[in-house]
Each structure stands twice: as C-alpha cells, then as structure tokens.
C-alpha cells in the first residue's frame, strides 16, 4: 500500500515534471515579412514550439495559412492598395527580367523599401505596441523573423527577453555578422576557375553596396520605432544581443561545406512533416489510381495564374492534357479553367508536401521557390523549374546544377521544349536517383529539424539567453577581428628595417668605396 502511494506521488512528479519540466513559456515570434513562403517557414517553427506545450504570440501581417490553438495570433493586415502594389510588382517582374545581377540587386533593393515600411509600420501598431507597453505581459523568449530588419530585434530590449533570430536562408553575410559567423567573399567549389572567383569576387563588392543600404535602413527604423525611450541602446550595441540564429539550411546534404559558429543553428526542412498527412479522398484517389505516374504542377502563392500570360498558359495545358501521366495542377481561378482533360485535376489549395510524399508523383513542376525546391528534395521527387524572379532563378540554377532536373524560363515557355524537359525527367532515371540520393543525407541528422528547433529555443529560454555561446567577434571591431593592427605593426616594422639597411648600405657606399678607390689608385702609382 505504502508503495503504491509512493509509485503514485512519483507518477504525478514524472507527469507533472514531463509537462512543466521545461514549463511552457511565452515566446513572442515577430513575422511581419510580407513574403508568404517565409511566413509559412515561421509558422512551422511557431506550431513546433505550441505542439511542444508553448504559448507562442505571433505577430503578422499576412494572413497565416499554419495555425494551432497555442498560437494567439497579432495580424496587422496590409490594405487592400498595399496587396495590390506587391501583385503588381510581381506582375509587372513578370514581364520584365533584367539579365544583370547589379539592376536586379538595385530593383530589389527598391522593392526592399516598402517592405522594410510595411514591416515597421506593422511594429508600430496599437496592439503589437501593446505587447511591450501592458505590464501584465511576460516574454521568455522573442523570435524574430529575418527579412533584413534587424531593427526589429530592438524589440526584444523592450520587453527584456532573449531573442533568437529565424532566418529563412542558408548562413550568408548579412546573418553571419550578427553572430560572428564567418563569411565567405568568394563563392568557392572544388573546381573554380580564376575568372570565375574574380566574377565572384566583383559580385560580391556590389552586394555590400546593397547590403550597407539594408544596413543604413535598419538604422532608420530603429530610430523611428524606439528613439522615444533613453534605455534602449545604440543600435549596434543592440545587434549584439542575438543568442542564435536559426538557419533554414542543412550543409552536409545541400552544401556548401563551411565552419559554423555555436550560435548558428541548421533547422532546415522545419516546414515539412515528419509524417505525412493522409490526403484528402479525391485526391488520394486521384493519384494512386495513377498507373502510369502523376505530375504536380504549383507555381506557388506569389505568382498566381491571373499573371501568366495567357498563352502560356494554353501552351502548358496542351502538352500536359497529351501526357499519360495524370497532372495535379494548382489553380486559382476554377470558374475559369486552362481547359478540361480527364487527366488534369485543378484545385485551388493543395496540401502540397502531402502529395510530394505519394509513391505515384514522379515530377514535380513548379517555379522554384525555396520552399517548393526543399519539399520536393526531401521526398526525393525530381523537378521541372519554371523560375519566374527574386531568387527563383538562382534556385532553379542550383537545383538543375545538383542534377534533379531541369528549368526553362516561364516568361518565353514553348510547348516543344517544355514537352522535351517533361519527357526527359521522366524516362531518364538519372534525376530521381540523384534526387533520392540527396534525400537520405538530407534526413540523416542527429537531431530533427523540429528537435533542434524544440532544444535550442528551450536551451535559450533555461539559460535566459546565450551570451556564452558567442563569438567574441560579436564585440570585436573590424581591426581587431582581423588582426588589422598587427599586420600595420609588423609592415611598420619591415618598412622601418628596410629603411635602415638603405641608410647603412649608402653610408657603406659612401665611406668605404672613396677609401677602396684611394687605396687603388695608390697601388696603381
Ligand atoms: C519593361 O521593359 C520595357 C522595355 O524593355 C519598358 O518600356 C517597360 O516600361 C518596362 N516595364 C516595366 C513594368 O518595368
Ligand atoms: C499567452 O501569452 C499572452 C501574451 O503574453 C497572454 O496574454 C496570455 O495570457 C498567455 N496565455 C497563457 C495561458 O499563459
Ligand atoms: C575542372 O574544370 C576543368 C575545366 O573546366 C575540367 O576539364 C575538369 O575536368 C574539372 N575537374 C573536376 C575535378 O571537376
Ligand atoms: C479509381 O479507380 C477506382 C477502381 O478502379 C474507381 O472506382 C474510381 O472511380 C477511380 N477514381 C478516379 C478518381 O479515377
Ligand atoms: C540579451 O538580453 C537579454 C535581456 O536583457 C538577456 O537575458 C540575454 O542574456 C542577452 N543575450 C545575449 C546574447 O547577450
């Protein structure tokens, strides 16, 4: 009897200890990008830590498609003219692509602007001010959702509790300072040419032209948003308060190979379910009934079908509706369909990762966003990238380098290549081995993305952030970071040695070679 009690009061302690062990914190994530694919990353990691017992505060301003009933949700909307203007200037990319890296990096650096508004504005709202302003509030942890607003991790200062940055990119320069993550200038591979790192190289020096806009922005916002209150510090003073940055990237299987800080955290993937999801019943009916395969067609949220030309269009119905293989197609509009095929079944939302994950898909034809690129990796499904702008391209690039499929450009499509690139990925097993290949490294991890992400946020939330973890380049200015100032000494030193030695050996020239010339001159007489 006496046991038994004491088995029970250690069954509650274990249940109790299991539930507030790590106790459930209040974690605020701040995503304002106004980027759909960025938002559904933040939304994963936000649902991951609700799962996980978390009272996560989300503020947006998109409408979030994830949600779970831990998550109290902080929507300040775009209006309807601010919703128009980002279709339009994704429309209006559309029609017009400029081949230069510099024009695109400035018109992104234009488009950047009223993102970078639209975000600050959002930080501005009554109710996100609030947060901070309403003592009853309590924050153990601030997520911030990177989409170059560092000003926005001024908001952690505010209602005093570490904060973790969530980058939807692989490490690159504009993280990498925050946590003294080491950068690279030159894009290297096994095999670059010297042109080629030179070209590298030059990019590389109009990218920090860009990024000390970003930089000189942020300084801007900052100011705007928080130079009312005398406690809050400078803004460089304030970046280095980051305790880690969480990556969506996962080197050993995606490259590149480069050394990591302790603060830089590889959650890439975290938008995608351990499990699948069971489909819904048309679709699953659709696609195992696909005796000779199936195709998914998404050309993600930012291009919808209304901006594609219409011809295109048309183009693209032709030779899918020849296929034997049956074709999902995202489609907005279904009043007004591409046209009708037995083999076609349009729909307007698609559970997208869950129907990657079905044996049947064999190719996956899609506009190459980040998201799209990784689910598709993961379950090891070969693409077709119809790129289309922002790093669509370059994605597209990168996967065709890989070797899991092709790309043509959606702007001038034509039905005879874009039948030859279908038909290709399709009876060329090369692209899905590959592809499967990648898929078995890419989930071989210690740890899940989601467990990374569950123990890291719980280690900075149990240690109240993680100023041990890092780097002390963080505090270090750029001279003593690279050892500027020695290097100045020693050159200082060979200069003065060099100057020296020319002195003696003038001096020596000078004494000696009279003296040796007079000693000669009286031999000869
Ligand atoms: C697209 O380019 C053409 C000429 O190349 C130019 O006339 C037009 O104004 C551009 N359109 C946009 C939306 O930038
Ligand atoms: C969750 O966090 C919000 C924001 O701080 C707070 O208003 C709410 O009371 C919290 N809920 C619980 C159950 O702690
Ligand atoms: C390196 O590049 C050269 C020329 O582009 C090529 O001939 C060679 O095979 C490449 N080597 C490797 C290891 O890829
Ligand atoms: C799938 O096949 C089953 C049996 O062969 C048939 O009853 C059903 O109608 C088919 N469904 C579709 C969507 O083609
Ligand atoms: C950042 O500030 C918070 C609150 O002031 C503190 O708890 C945390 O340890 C700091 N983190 C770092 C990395 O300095």
């Not at 570490?162 to 490490?171: F, K, T």
């Amino acid at each position: 009897m006496v046991q038994d009690s004491s088995r029970f009061f250690l069954l509650v302690l274990a249940v109790s200890s299991f539930i507030y062990g790590s106790h459930s914190a209040n974690i605020l994530g701040l995503f304002p990008s106004p980027s759909p694919s960025h938002l559904i990353i933040s939304m994963s990691a936000a649902k991951v830590l609700a799962e996980q017992g978390h009272n996560v505060t989300v503020v947006t301003v998109l409408e979030p498609t994830i949600t779970h009933k831990n998550i109290n949700l902080v929507q300040v909307p775009m209006t309807k003219e601010e919703i128009k203007q980002r279709s339009d200037t994704i429309g209006a990319k559309q029609k017009n692509i400029s081949g230069s890296r510099l024009i695109s990096i400035l018109q992104m650096s234009g488009q950047m602007d009223s993102m970078l508004r639209k975000m600050a504005d959002a930080l501005k709202d009554e109710r996100v001010k609030d947060l901070y302003l309403n003592k009853g509030n309590h924050f153990d942890l601030v997520i911030s959702g990177y989409f170059m607003n560092d000003y926005q991790l001024g908001f952690a200062r505010k209602v005093n509790a570490p904060v973790i940055v969530l980058a939807p990119s692989p490490p690159g320069q504009m993280l990498n300072s925050l946590i003294g993550n080491p950068s690279d200038t030159v894009e290297k591979d096994k095999n670059t040419s010297f042109a080629q790192r030179l070209d590298s190289f030059i990019t590389n020096l109009f990218y920090q032209v860009f990024v000390r806009q970003i930089d000189h922005r942020n300084r801007r916002y900052y100011k705007e948003l928080f130079a009312d209150d005398p406690n809050m510090p400078d803004y460089s003073e304030m970046l280095k308060n980051t305790s880690l940055v969480f990556f969506c990237s996962h080197a050993a299987s995606e490259g590149s190979i480069r050394p990591n800080v302790p603060a830089a955290i590889e959650i890439g993937g975290i938008q995608i379910k351990d499990k699948p999801e069971a489909l819904p019943k048309n679709l699953e009916e659709f696609l195992s009934n696909a005796t000779d395969g199936a195709i998914l067609l998404s050309l993600g949220s930012n291009v919808q079908g209304s901006h594609i030309k219409s011809d295109t269009v048309e183009k693209m119905f032709n030779v899918l509706s020849k296929l034997k293989q049956r074709v999902i197609w995202k489609w907005e509009d279904l009043d007004n369909v591409p046209g009708k095929s037995d083999n076609i079944l349009y729909s307007r939302w698609l559970p997208q990762d869950d129907i990657l994950a079905h044996p049947n898909i064999k190719l996956f034809i899609n506009h190459a966003g980040k998201g799209g690129i990784t689910e598709s990796q993961y379950h090891g499904k070969p693409m077709l990238s119809l790129p289309v702008f922002g790093d669509q391209p370059s994605n597209a690039f990168a996967m065709v380098k890989n070797g899991f499929g092709h790309t043509l450009s959606l702007l001038n499509l034509e039905e005879k290549p874009f039948k030859n690139a279908i038909e290709e990925i399709l009876s060329n097993p090369q692209y899905s081995q590959r592809v499967a290949l990648f898929s078995s490294l890419y989930r071989d991890r210690p740890k899940s993305a989601r467990d990374s992400l569950i123990y890291w946020t719980e280690y900075v939330i149990r240690h109240h952030g993680a100023a041990h973890l890092q780097s002390p380049l963080v505090h270090m200015d750029f001279i003593a970071a690279n050892n500027l100032d020695i290097y100045a000494l020693f050159a200082a030193i060979f200069v003065g040695l060099f100057i020296i030695i020319k002195a003696l050996v003038k001096l020596f020239f000078k004494v000696l070679i009279p003296k040796l010339s007079k000693i000669t001159k009286v031999k000869k007489h």
